[in-house]
Nanobody
Framework: VQLQASGGGLVQAGGSLRLSCAASERTFSRYVMGWFRQAPGTEREFVAA????????SYADNAKGRFAISRDNAKNTVYLQMNSLKPEDTAVYYCAADSRSYISRYKYDYDFWGQGTLVTVSS
């Protein structure tokens, strides 16, 4: 499956952004979807994931209470609403698809990756 992430940009600290990730296939609902991010010089890290139906979610500790992942299976799209952004949220954000039946925080479990969208939070 091909994934296309969008919605990144420059925002001031305290602001909000909504990232979108559109999938190329109608089998989108067969995949757990995740968001990861990677800042320069760091490892790619887990941000959030959502189950195939959208009924279950998981968040990294630094995303809880600020970020919200959701999906629209009719539109083959997953979203990441990011509020109260901090400079340390600056990174390239990637969406990913996992064909397993459970939510994983482990990047190597994900089968397909989008190209990434840059989020820059200024102080």
């Amino acid at each position: 499956v091909q994934l296309q992430a969008s919605g990144g940009g420059l925002v001031q600290a305290g602001g909000s952004l909504r990232l979108s990730c559109a999938a190329s296939e109608r089998t989108f609902s067969r995949y757990v979807m995740g968001w990861f991010r990677q800042a320069p010089g760091t490892e790619r890290e887990f941000v959030a994931a959502i189950s195939k139906s959208g009924g279950s979610t998981s968040y990294a500790d630094n995303a809880k209470g600020r970020f919200a992942i959701s999906r629209d299976n009719a539109k083959n799209t997953v979203y990441l609403q990011m509020n109260s952004l901090k400079p340390e949220d600056t990174a390239v954000y990637y969406c990913a698809a996992d064909s397993r039946s459970y939510i994983s925080r482990y990047k190597y479990d994900y089968d397909f990756w989008g190209q990434g969208t840059l989020v820059t939070v200024s102080s």
